[in-house]
C-alpha cells in the first residue's frame, strides 16, 4: 500500500489550501482515512479523519476550518483548509487505516506572511 500526497505548500495567515492524497496497491476497503500534522519540536497530532461511512472527527484547533472529504471509490481523501493560521504551520501526513495503520511521506504547509 502506498499513499501519496499533494497539494502541500506556502500561504499567507487567512489563505487556503487543499491537500490530496491517493491511496494505491489496495486490497479489500479501507476503514478510516485522514490528515495529522507534526509541527517542529512536536508530536504528531490529529487533524482530522473520515469512516468509509462518513463519520468525522476533527481537532478542536481546526474545527470550523477544515473539512475532510473523501472518494471512496478513488481510495482519495482530502482536507480543504481554510483561513489559515500560522500555528497550521507543519508536516501534514496522510493516513489511512486497512489491517495495520499507513502513512504517506508527509507534505510541507507554511503559513507565514
Known amino acids: 500500500v502506498q499513499l501519496v500526497e499533494s497539494g502541500g505548500g506556502l500561504v499567507q495567515p487567512g489563505g487556503f489550501l487543499r491537500l490530496s492524497c491517493a491511496a494505491s496497491g489496495v486490497i479489500g476497503s479501507i476503514n478510516t482515512m485522514g490528515w495529522y500534522r507534526q509541527a517542529p519540536g512536536k508530536q504528531r497530532e490529529l487533524v482530522a479523519t473520515?469512516?468509509?461511512?462518513?463519520?468525522?472527527n476533527y481537532a478542536d484547533s481546526v474545527k470550523g476550518r477544515f473539512t475532510i472529504s473523501r472518494d471512496n471509490f478513488r481510495n482519495t481523501v482530502y482536507l480543504q483548509m481554510d483561513s489559515l493560521k500560522p500555528e497550521d504551520t507543519a508536516v501534514y501526513y496522510c493516513?489511512?487505516?486497512?489491517?495495520?495503520?499507513?502513512w504517506g511521506q508527509g507534505t510541507q504547509v507554511t503559513v507565514s506572511s
Open positions: 473520515r469512516t468509509r461511512s462518513g463519520i468525522t
Open positions: 493516513y489511512a487505516q486497512i489491517v495495520t495503520p499507513y
